[in-house]
């Protein structure tokens, strides 16, 4: 193959979209014969069993007293030039323009030019943050001085562009996932623990905050619940719950709805359902929405930010404007109503997921960047992984 890298990637290490396509990139990275250095203040959740391409180095941030608040930005970037001089990084790839851009910048800064920044827009550092005032010079000062910059749907290419004024190239590199991960599970058993009979079941995974509307999900189900016996399956935390409990109890519905919390497994979990509902405001990629289409699981949601990018209308699933609960509820009936619709879709989202997202094409994409800005051509195209 062509020479092996020595890449450097942070990313936020929780739960998220994120933070998970980072892991399971560099994971694939380290398959590949790259070496894959972590750097960040915990070890990435999704990060698993030991690789000896993967190495892990923690941020520890320094609490001296003078300090109001730990100067984590700045032990990042320190971390990020110690690790780059020691094991020789070519590349510096991180998830989010704040802080890690920002950081990767200061720590090339140090470094030298010889390291390259590739930064990865996922949404909320420009959908939110880009947004404020006070932080728009710093975010579009970490996207110019990056070596490459790239965004996970075509819809955020263009709000970063509209909102910061840039006009630099930005690469579209979507999400993706491993085909060896996600894929439909037999839940015929488990089943019965979440449904009685032939109830249908109807999915929503999130960090239950007001930009998914869950409350819709809630309104959706309802409408559903009342043309076709269903159950539905709330998988997460956040903020919003405690108020869509209530929402819940005051229609009646807690003997319908069971909250499954933060779960690790979600092929297994996202398998139990019949359809993923996903109904939200904002939502660059919609990364839940491709497990689920991954599973043979169709997605009924709105037409926001680059979820039409992933979801076909009538094809891997059903687009409605944003809070029209009625009109999604009318598309998840005629799913759940249909035999050979639904068979059809499940077949379209497996056709789907694994031609245009899986996890050879997008990190040969990736790859491609890294050997551009280090100056190196691919003499072929890059071999797949498993």
């Known amino acids: 193959m062509d020479t092996m890298l020595k890449i450097g990637i942070t990313c936020y290490p929780s739960l998220g ?68 001089k020691m094991q020789q990084l070519d590349v510096l790839h991180v998830h989010y323009a704040v802080p890690h851009a920002v ?7 140090m470094v030298g030019d010889h390291l390259k920044v590739v930064t990865t827009l996922h949404g909320t550092d420009i959908t939110v943050l880009a947004q404020d005032e ?60 979440y449904a009685f009979g032939d109830d249908r079941v109807l999915m929503h995974v999130s960090n239950f905050r007001p930009v998914k509307r869950v409350s819709d999900v809630v309104e959706i189900f309802a409408k559903v619940n009342e043309k076709i016996p269903s159950r539905l399956l709330l998988v997460g935390e956040g903020p919003d719950l405690p108020k869509i409990q209530f929402q819940i109890q005051e229609l009646g519905l807690t003997d319908r709805v069971m909250f499954l919390g933060k779960q690790d497994d979600i092929p297994q979990v996202i398998s139990l359902a019949d359809i993923l509902l996903l109904p939200s405001e904002k ?32 094809e891997t699933g059903y687009l409605a404007p944003i809070g029209d609960t009625d ?28 031609r245009e997202f899986s996890n050879e094409r997008m990190m040969a994409e990736y790859e491609q960047i890294y050997y551009r800005v280090l100056g190196r051509e691919l003499s072929q195209p890059s071999p797949v992984c498993g």
Request: aromatic fraction near 8%; hydrophobic fraction near 40%; proline fraction near 3%.
């Open 17 to 84: 979209g994120s933070g998970v396509v980072a892991t399971e990139l560099g994971k694939l990275l380290a398959e590949k014969g790259h070496q894959v250095h972590f750097i960040s203040h915990s070890v990435p959740f999704r990060l698993g069993t030991f690789h000896k391409n993967i190495f892990y180095h923690e941020v520890e941030v320094n609490d001296y007293y003078v300090f109001k608040y730990p100067p984590y930005d700045l032990t990042l970037a320190n971390k990020m030039a110690q690790v780059a």
């Open 103 to 109: 950081c990767a910048f200061l720590a090339k800064q």
């Open 134 to 193: 006070s932080l728009k010079d710093l975010i579009r000062l970490a996207i110019n001085e990056s070596d490459a910059v790239t965004a996970v749907s075509k819809d955020l290419i263009r709000e970063t562009h509209e909102l910061l004024d840039i006009t630099r190239n930005i690469d579209l590199t979507y999400n993706f996932v491993d085909k060896r991960m996600y894929y439909p599970r037999d839940t015929t058993e488990l089943h019965k623990d």
């Open 283 to 314: 939502e660059s990629f919609g990364l839940v929405a491709l497990e689920a289409m991954a599973c043979g699981v169709p997605t009924v949601g709105s037409q926001a930010g680059g979820i039409p990018e992933l979801i076909i209308h009538g």
């Open 327 to 354: 009109k999604m509820a009318e598309h998840a009936i005629e799913l759940l109503t249909n035999h050979q619709l639904m068979q059809t879709m499940i077949k379209n989202c497996l056709d789907r997921s694994q």
